[in-house]
């Protein structure tokens, strides 16, 4: 994965609408350095300035990211060796790791991150149908990745209060996901009630975003290594 400026502290995200929110005309985004000043606007322009920066500050809350990432890595492990063959069920794209490992300062900020994260949970299908298929186990066409993970393990009797709910709560993120703005039309009333289920406050303060964020990237963290024991049992019958 190759890194740019977004996963510094002195990187910051201008999203700014004219004339106003309540009458949307114009939306303009760009990332602007808090010590020099720089404004960039494609992510080339991020990464050539990283390569050079000597002023670099990396986040501090990258380490529950980095978490995140080897228990993807290890998720990918297991299913290879459960298929015999390299496999990636989850892609990771650099620009998804960036706004999970960004400081969450808004409400904005916070849908972001829940949107990157849920993405994480866009596996391969057809992988996970090929694991069904090796453990001769049925599913249904419109079946999609943490159904197919449910059937799996509830078929194989692996089923434990810790991988279900952890599960339970892949599938709530992904249910806020579907709520929050712009992923779909949003629902901010039922938002909340998930966000609330979650254990997170809504409405926040703003300097309560961030805890909101470590929250869900913790939890987030549990329930992917959680998965992953699970899968590398799988890969040891």
């Not at 949003?186 to 975003?209: T, V």
Request: charged content about 30%.
């Amino acid at each position: 994965m190759e890194v740019d400026c977004r996963f510094c502290e002195n990187c910051r995200l201008v999203d700014e609408e004219f004339p106003s929110a309540n009458e949307l005309i114009l939306v303009k985004r760009w990332y602007e350095c808090s010590v020099t000043k720089e404004v960039f606007l494609t992510l080339d322009e991020l990464r050539k300035a990283y390569a050079k920066c000597s002023h670099r500050a990396p986040k501090v809350g990258y380490e529950l990211p980095s978490r995140i990432l080897d228990e993807v890595d290890g998720i990918n492990l297991a299913i290879s060796n459960i298929l015999r063959q390299k496999v990636k069920v989850i892609e990771v794209k650099s620009e998804t790791m960036a706004y999970i490992a960004s400081p969450c300062h808004s409400r904005v900020d916070f849908e972001t991150k829940v949107g990157a994260l849920a993405t994480l949970l866009e596996m391969n299908i057809s992988i996970l149908r090929k694991v069904l298929d090796k453990f001769g186990k049925s599913y249904e066409k419109d079946e999609k990745s943490l159904k197919l993970l449910n059937r799996l393990f509830s078929e194989k009797n692996m089923m434990t209060p810790e991988l279900s709910a952890s599960l339970s709560f892949l599938e709530q993120l992904v249910r806020l996901r579907n709520k929050l703005p712009p992923y779909h039309t949003p629902s901010m009333e039922e938002a909340r009630e998930i966000m609330k289920s979650l254990g997170i406050a809504s409405p926040a303060e703003a300097g309560e975003w961030q805890n909101n964020s470590e929250i869900l990237l913790k939890k987030f963290l549990n329930a992917l290594r959680e998965l992953r024991i699970a899968l590398t049992r799988l890969a040891m019958m």
